[in-house]
């Protein structure tokens, strides 16, 4: 769910809370298949407030508008109608069963009993008024689990401490979303960097490329996202020497293995592309020393660095 709305209206949280009470059951539980709902609520008025809410995949994309005199009347019927587009048949209304409870409608109408004003071209959430029956049964407690999703991405990094200078580079990789944290690998390059030994007769340059593996845990359920996250990294090196007096080159590849953790923020900017930015900060395990000759050291990575990135995320499904 991504929810935007300002500050002194219900968080996403207990949104979904709502919705897994009016299913009497977690909504994962109900769900065969990932549902994205965003919804964004504005103050038009002291007394107007406006909801628009769409759900992907549904039976249809368009977006819905909703109005109301509060900002809480419109979480409700976010919440209801969300429920409705889950399971149909959970919510009914009227009816004499004894073997449901019956409730008041979740307050949908506006504090002085007029009903919110719902415009929808196909009657999914149409004048709250009566009552709800809903299926008996216990709500989870249990956190909502992220729904089941993969992302590719790029971005741009730069890092210090892997080269003798601030290192600019490019990435891509995926990021797969599973129940309760988000597993996300990555293959990235940086521009290579060239040294030069007047006194010694050498010159050479630097390559380096990294495969980065991290597992985050997201905080929050908003379109504004940050997560912890921890990593490893594989970083390759190779360097080419040569020799200015005997015009002689030669290669050597070395390896640098790094862990550490970090924190990544992502902002959703439509409903299916993400802006995404890292900050990492990684330690090395083992790290591999250039030198010329025995006495002549040309350059050693850092043991710790930083790495920042900044891109965008696409959704695969």
Request: glycine share 8%.
């Amino acid at each position: 769910m991504s929810w935007s709305a300002p500050g002194n209206c219900p968080d996403a949280g207990q949104i979904r809370a709502q919705i897994d009470g009016l299913l009497g059951k977690p909504a994962d539980s109900v769900l065969s298949s990932p549902l994205y709902v965003s919804a964004t609520v504005r103050q038009e008025g002291e007394e107007r407030w406006v909801l628009e809410i769409s759900w992907h995949p549904s039976a249809t994309q368009s977006v819905r508008t909703i109005q109301a005199d509060s900002c809480v009347d419109l979480a409700r019927a976010a919440a209801l109608s969300t429920a409705l587009v889950i399971e149909p048949s959970a919510i009914t209304r009227g009816g004499n069963d004894d073997s449901a409870t019956t409730e008041t409608a979740p307050t949908l109408a506006a504090p002085n009993g007029v009903a919110p004003k719902m415009r929808s071209p196909q009657g999914l959430v149409s004048q709250p008024r009566g009552t709800l029956r809903i299926v008996p049964g216990t709500p989870s407690a249990a956190p909502v689990p992220i729904p089941r999703r993969a992302d590719f991405f790029g971005v741009a990094a730069v890092a210090s401490g892997v080269l003798p200078g601030a290192a600019l580079g490019v990435a891509i990789g995926a990021e797969f979303a599973l129940r309760h944290v988000v597993v996300r690998s990555e293959i990235g390059t940086y521009l290579p960097q060239s040294w030069r030994e007047e006194k010694e007769g050498y010159k050479g340059s630097f390559w380096l490329s990294e495969v980065f593996q991290s597992a985050c845990y997201p905080i929050g359920a908003s379109r504004f996202r940050i997560s912890p996250c921890v990593g490893a990294s594989l970083q390759g090196y190779l360097v080419q020497v040569q020799d200015l007096n005997i015009n002689h080159s030669s290669s050597r590849l070395a390896w640098a293995v790094r862990v550490g953790m970090g924190v990544d923020a992502k902002y959703r900017i439509s409903h299916s592309a993400v802006l995404l930015g890292t900050v990492q900060g990684m330690a090395g395990l083992t790290l591999p020393e250039f030198r010329l000759h025995p006495d002549t050291r040309v350059f050693s990575p850092e043991t710790l660095t930083w790495r920042t990135t900044l891109g965008v995320a696409w959704d695969l499904f």
